[in-house]
C-alpha cells in the first residue's frame, strides 16, 4: 500500500466523522424521547443513553480520576501505539491496514466525546431470538468493523505460530523430490 499515511488518515478522518454526525443526529432528535424507535418488529431500536463508562457501562462506577485514566488516557496510548504500528509495519496488507484504522478511528471519536462531554452518546440497540446487544454507536461498529477485517490475518498467524521448528523440518524431510528433466 503506498503512501499508506494519507490512506490511514482518511479511514480514521471518515470513522471520527460518521460517528460525530451520527452522535449529532442522536442527540437533536432522540435525546428527549422516553420510548425507544423500533424496526423490523423490535429487532433494531434506536434509544438515547449518555454512556459514562466503557463497552456495556463497564467502568461507570469509577471515581472520575480513575475513570479518566482508564477510559481515556490508556486508550489514547493504545491507539497512539496502533497508529504508529500501522505506520511502521510495511507487513500488514491492505484489510489489516484498513481493519487497524478502522479501530483507532472508533477508539479516537469516543474518546473525543468523552472528554468534551464526559460521557459517549450510544443510541442502536438490537434484540432478538433470545439474544441483544449492550447499547452502541457507530464508534462501536468501526471497532467491531476493524476486528473482522484483522482475524483471519490474527487467525493465520496463530496457525503458522503453532507448527514448531521441529515439524517444518520434518515436512521437508517427509516431501518426496520430484525428478527433474534437465
Sequence with gaps: MKRRLPWVLGIIGVMVA????TKVWAVNNMQRLMDPIEYLGGLFNLRYVENRGAFLSLGND?????????????????????????LRNRSLDRLQVIGLSSIVGGGLS??????????????????????????????????VFGMILILPSMIKGEKKAETKPEEAVQEQVDKPEVASDS
Design 18 to 21: 460518521l460517528d460525530q454526525l
Design 110 to 143: 469516543n474518546i473525543v466525546d468523552r472528554i468534551a462531554q464526559g460521557y459517549v452518546v450510544d443510541f442502536m440497540h438490537m434484540k432478538g431470538f433470545g439474544l441483544q446487544t449492550g447499547i452502541f454507536n457507530v464508534a462501536d461498529l468501526a471497532i
Design 62 to 86: 469509577l471515581a472520575p480520576g480513575l475513570r479518566m485514566v482508564l477510559l481515556n488516557v490508556l486508550p489514547a496510548l493504545l491507539l497512539i501505539g496502533m497508529l504508529a504500528y500501522i
